[in-house]
T-cell receptor, first 118, second 111 residues
Framework: GAVVSQHPSRVICKSGTSVKIECRSL??????MFWYRQFPKKSLMLMAT?????????EQGVEKDKFLINHASLTLSTLTVTSAHPEDSSFYIC??????????????FGPGTRLTVL | QKEVEQNSGPLSVPEGAIASLNCTYS??????FFWYRQYSGKSPELIMS????GDKEDGRFTAQLNKASQYVSLLIRDSQPSDSATYLC???????????FGGGTRLMVKP
């Protein structure tokens, strides 16, 4: 149990376009989902936290109008990178916590999405 | 600022040895502690969680928690080359299920 999927796993886009990344909890209800980004050889950086049916809470320095997060159901959250630029190229990883096999505070990670903006 | 500290490594151990990974945290109110493994280019995967002082064993892995010393560790017995990865310590400060991650320790198990 406690499986989280992400789609797409890899995306290449042109500068100025928008990219949507989906995060799904496959076998449990995710009351909270988290979005991270990670640059090569660097630590995970939390971007935002979203609770089902509520607006996302963004970390300091993360532009909410650029990184749109929607958590419309207990199994799906989406991150849309709007007007992407090369500096947005990174590894985006979602995680989910809820009624999984672990405690409700255990985060299970998706496999990540590697975004490359040309 | 709530911090989680780990030695970045690399920690190099021979195959079959015990690897000991350490983590300290600053927030005394922390309640939940997690160890994740992250292979290069992949996302973190949960190894185990620990909530109470003492040891918790799961296969070759043992997590140890000492809240008085604000210290949590992970022991890997009979280390294998496939254990070579970055190990992330994470702490829940009861702030809406958010985790504070350490920078990770890179482990290298040499055949």
């Amino acid at each position: 149990g406690a499986v989280v999927s992400q789609h797409p796993s890899r995306v290449i886009c042109k500068s100025g376009t928008s990219v949507k990344i989906e995060c799904r909890s496959l076998d449990f209800q995710a009351t909270t989902m988290f979005w991270y980004r990670q640059f090569p050889k660097k630590s995970l950086m939390l971007m935002a936290t979203s609770n089902e049916g509520s607006k996302a809470t963004y970390e300091q320095g993360v532009e909410k109008d650029k990184f749109l997060i929607n958590h419309a159901s207990l199994t799906l959250s989406t991150l849309t990178v709007t007007s992407a630029h090369p500096e947005d190229s990174s590894f985006y990883i979602c995680s989910a916590s809820g009624s999984g096999r672990g405690g409700t505070d255990t985060q299970y990670f998706g496999p990540g999405t590697r975004l490359t903006v040309l | 600022q709530k911090e989680v500290e780990q030695n970045s490594g690399p920690l190099s151990v021979p195959e079959g040895a015990i690897a000991s990974l350490n983590c300290t945290y600053s927030d005394r109110g922390s309640q939940s502690f997690f160890w994740y493994r992250q292979y290069s280019g992949k996302s973190p995967e949960l190894i185990m969680s620990i909530y109470s002082n003492g040891d918790k064993e799961d296969g070759r892995f043992t997590a140890q928690l000492n809240k008085a010393s604000q210290y949590v560790s992970l022991l890997i017995r009979d280390s294998q080359p496939s254990d070579s990865a970055t190990y992330l310590c994470a702490v829940n400060n009861n702030a809406g299920n958010m985790l504070t991650f350490g920078g990770g320790t890179r482990l290298m198990v040499k055949p």
